[in-house]
């Protein structure tokens, strides 16, 4: 017997937009990897689905010890988690896991790596799924670019982020009206710690910074003074993890709150 089912949504997304034309993306390993271990130690059990139900691609900036303290050992037993595990193998697709049943869920976790910003922020049955555990209060954590997949719980996610994409934050803003996160505190990857994946990474600017968009979505957003230092905010079931740093942080604070809600 477990102590119950978490759902992680990842994405499917290998290619985002940038000023300019596309850049690689994909999903970290240590923020898919390091929080499914640590429900699977806590005695919970994990589901993965993704919008068309196949495994996220990994990004490979993440792919590197340096995620891990430079712990290699801890990089080895990630990699062989990912590519072995069953919970890592046995995809679903979203609306499989609607289909069968999402009260069967104690909790939902999304990791980042910028991935979300392209597929799960404007999914439909992501948007589903979130306003589920929304409604129900159940545990809604997510990490990193992550947070952004909450803008999916707008009647229109699309739009808004085209909005976005188009620099028009007043339009934006008006199509976040009713969004069922406002006035929640937040985090989410910062402006300055997108600034270093842009010169480091992607060699290109990205069309939008991650806080503003949560903010036109009217997400009460804070960021740490230092970039990549560990940060994660909740408020009522809401975890939200800032950067890859704060991985072992937000799977403590879920596991946290699984737990007081099964106590």
């Known amino acids: 017997m477990t102590k119950g089912k978490v759902l992680v949504l990842g994405s499917n997304a290998t290619e985002i937009e940038v000023q300019g034309g596309h850049g690689p993306t994909g999903q970290y390993l240590n923020e898919t990897v390091v929080p499914a271990m640590a429900l699977i130690a806590a005695g919970y059990e994990v589901v993965l689905a993704t919008p068309k139900g ?6 490979a900036a993440s792919d590197s010890p ?18 072995n595990d069953p919970s890592m193998n046995r995809v679903q697709t979203l609306r499989g896991v609607i289909g069968s049943g999402l009260e069967q869920f104690a909790g939902v976790f999304v990791p980042g790596g910028q991935a ?6 404007q999914d439909a049955d992501a948007g589903t799924i979130l306003r589920h555990f929304h409604a129900a209060a159940k545990p809604t954590a997510l990490l990193c670019h992550g947070p952004i997949a909450l803008v999916s719980t707008m009647e229109k996610a699309a739009a808004f982020r085209a909005a976005l994409i ?16 406002a006035g ?20 290109a600017k990205m069309f939008f910074n991650m806080p503003q968009a949560l903010r036109d979505a009217g997400g009460d957003v804070s960021v740490t003074d230092i970039d990549f230092a560990p940060n ?15 991985d072992h942080p937000i799977a403590q604070a879920l596991i946290s709150a699984l737990d007081q809600a099964n106590a």
């Open 66 to 83: 340096a995620h891990f303290e430079n712990d290699v050992a801890a990089y080895e037993r990630a990699k062989a988690f990912y590519a």
């Open 232 to 246: 994660v905010v909740i408020d009522r079931e809401l975890i939200t993890g800032q950067n890859p740093r704060s």
């Open 116 to 121: 979300p910003v392209v597929d799960l922020m």
């Open 184 to 203: 929640y505190r937040m985090t989410i990857f910062s402006a300055s710690e997108e600034k270093v994946v842009e010169e480091q990474i992607l060699h």
């Open 166 to 181: 188009a620099g028009d934050d007043a339009k934006a803003r008006e199509l976040a009206a009713n969004w069922p996160y």
């Open 54 to 59: 196949t495994k996220p691609t990994i990004d």
